[in-house]
């Protein structure tokens, strides 16, 4: 397995942002992606993605089998409750590592979290999601979504060694569709696929991301955003 990189690593953040200004989407409004409303919020956020991302998950479910759906989770992810996030699960590390150096708990705790100044849900870029059958039932992925690598033991990892051959073919299966759309993966989980962002240009070797985190504002029926 070749090593990961980190979205805490400096690599990341110096990937430039040159901002298309493509808009907030819901993608419940296309109607052919499953969505659970485990992380709604009251602004119905986290239902909205980049118009080109939403364009490449239905690419990448008309690429899966007739009897397999993407379940779509989480989208986008406003700046402050990705910090609330971010902070919760560095201070759980402190706590478990009081050894750790504020360098090493920002490390780890990127494995989980991203970095808000960097985060790719706060860029309407990235996506949570798994796979399920045709009744909505999610199929075995080998750990529950969001388990993190403590809980897991590991197993959050998208090439983990300790999972079911079934739980692997899934994932296989999972991230064959979402590559070929054009989504990148986070390798510490195997839920969480992005596209635009600046961890989506440096492993794809563009000069830019085309996507940088953005503060919303709901209106009507929408999500209006503001740099």
Known sequence: MSEIVLMSDPKVAAIPVAECGERLVDVRAAGSLLVDAR???P???????REGVLERLLKAQAALPQDVRLLFVEGYRPPALQREYFEEYASQLRA?????SARQVHSAASRYVSPPDIAPHSAGAAV???????????L???TRMNADPEESE??????????SEEARANRRLLGSALAAAGLVNYPTEWWHWSFGDRYWALVTGKSAACYGPKEITPLGQGLVMSD
Request: hydrophobic share 40%; aromatic share 10%; charged share 25%.
């Open 39 to 41: 992380k709604q919020d």
């Open 43 to 49: 602004a119905d956020a986290y239902a909205y993605l």
């Open 96 to 100: 478990i590592h009081p050894e750790w």
């Open 128 to 138: 949570d999601l798994t796979l399920a059958d045709a009744g909505g039932r999610e």
């Open 140 to 142: 075995d992925l080998g």
């Open 154 to 163: 590991g197993a959050c990892y998208t090439h983990a060694a300790n999972i």
